[in-house]
């Protein structure tokens, strides 16, 4: 309730801050044909109304994990500029040597970000998934990261119009009551120049779309469009407090739904 409360106030002094905030991982493509370097974007971004871009610094985290084992990532990373409707901030391309057929579960734990108009730190612990080949290892399994959201279908081929269904982690054990904001990326990053690209749909009306997890952690949400949609399920990690304020350590989750043709 507190939090919600301070969420009230900080919109009003900052009508920007209203909307979900949420950290990408962009990839152009989920279903990756041809082995090689994937080229990835983080953008700390306000994706459903091409909103206001927060300075991403240089992650703690940058990894991928394929068949069990993780890969250090952070050495692709190197600063961009990317440019919201709004203003322009700090963030990073990278790139995820996709060869092996299988998942690659990309994911970045951030440096908790200071959030002026709450006073609060932001730490979005974030993954996203490629694959490769059709053929399934590591999407269902969890990273072991300090909060996360575990996808309970496959996340890089959801159907539009079907459900998606998660469950959200804390140290392993399920968080009863979360918060989950749930966005879509209406518009996407332009993987070539440091803009985005025009927004495909307007936010909903009445602020952000949210679900409520269930006693063992549980949440669904029927995905309504082909499409990235992000779910952050909000201070669902241990950490509460980074330098003496409260930390919202949240974890985020990205899928792709399609179309059926
Ligand atoms: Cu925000």
């Not at 459900?163 to 392993?172: D, I, M």
């Not at 990326?185 to 927004?199: H, K, L, N, T, Y």
């Amino acid at each position: 309730m507190k939090k919600l409360l301070l969420a009230a106030a900080a919109a009003v002094a900052l009508p920007a801050m209203a909307q979900a905030h949420f950290l990408l991982e962009y990839t152009t493509e989920t279903m990756i044909k041809a082995p090689g370097d994937v080229p990835v974007k983080l953008i700390f971004w306000h994706p459903f109304e091409n909103g206001h871009v927060m300075d991403l610094e240089m992650p703690q985290e940058f990894f991928m994990v394929h068949n069990g084992e993780r890969t250090d990532l952070k050495g692709t990373l190197e600063p961009v500029r990317f440019k919201g409707a709004a203003n322009e901030g700090a963030a990073f391309k990278g790139s995820v040597p996709v060869k092996r057929s299988g998942d690659y579960v990309l994911v970045t734990v951030p440096v908790p970000y200071y959030e002026e108009a709450e006073d609060a730190y932001i730490q979005q612990i974030t993954k996203a998934f490629l694959n490769r080949n059709e053929l399934p290892t590591d999407w269902m399994e969890p990273v072991g990261l300090p909060t996360e959201i575990i996808p309970l279908n496959k996340p890089y081929n959801v159907i539009a119009g079907g459900t998606f269904t998660g469950q959200v982690l804390a140290n392993g054990e399920p968080v009863a009551g979360a918060e989950i904001e749930i966005e879509y990326m209406a518009a996407e990053p332009d993987m070539e120049s440091s803009a985005a690209s025009a927004p495909t749909v307007s936010p909903m009306p009445g602020g952000s779309v949210v679900a409520i997890s269930d006693a063992n952690g549980y949440f669904s949400f029927g995905v309504p469009k082909a499409g990235y949609w992000g779910f952050a399920a909000l201070g669902s990690g241990p950490a509460t407090e980074h330098e003496g304020k409260e930390l919202s350590q949240d974890a985020v989750i990205w899928i792709r739904a399609w179309d059926m043709e």
